[in-house]
């Protein structure tokens, strides 16, 4: 399974972004799909997910300020950024869980990545 993510790019602090991973077939549909990211020197820490049923997750850290979505006939997920701050820089990353494992949390439960993209917020 190959996801392309795409959308980063440099924006100030307060601005918005909305990435997009693109997913082969029925994959977004039946799959749980997250977005996970990655600063220089830290690890790789979660963002959101939306499961197949539709149900949504938000890390803390971006409650209020980030959305996630999908879009089954387009085989797309979205994450919607808004308020973007600083410590928000990071290469952000989409995976695909499709065998829809409880915690979505783990990056240790997503079996397929994108390349990710690289978000970076000036202040």
């Known amino acids: 399974v190959q996801l392309q993510a795409s959308g980063g790019g440099l924006v100030q602090a307060g601005g918005s972004l909305r990435l997009s991973c693109a997913a082969p077939g029925r994959t977004v549909s039946s799959s749980t799909m997250g977005w996970f990211r990655q600063a220089p020197g830290k690890e790789r820490e979660f963002v959101g997910a939306v499961r197949w049923s539709g149900s949504t997750y938000l890390a803390d850290s971006v409650k209020g300020r980030f959305t996630i979505s999908r879009s089954n006939a387009e085989n797309t997920v979205y994450l919607q950024m808004n308020t973007l701050k600083p410590e928000d820089t990071a290469l952000y990353y989409c995976?695909?869980?499709?065998?829809?494992?409880?915690?979505?949390?783990?990056?240790?439960?997503?079996?397929?990545w994108g390349q990710g993209t690289l978000v970076t917020v000036s202040s």
């Open positions: 995976a695909a869980d499709p065998n829809r494992r409880i915690g979505v949390a783990s990056p240790h439960n997503y079996d397929y």
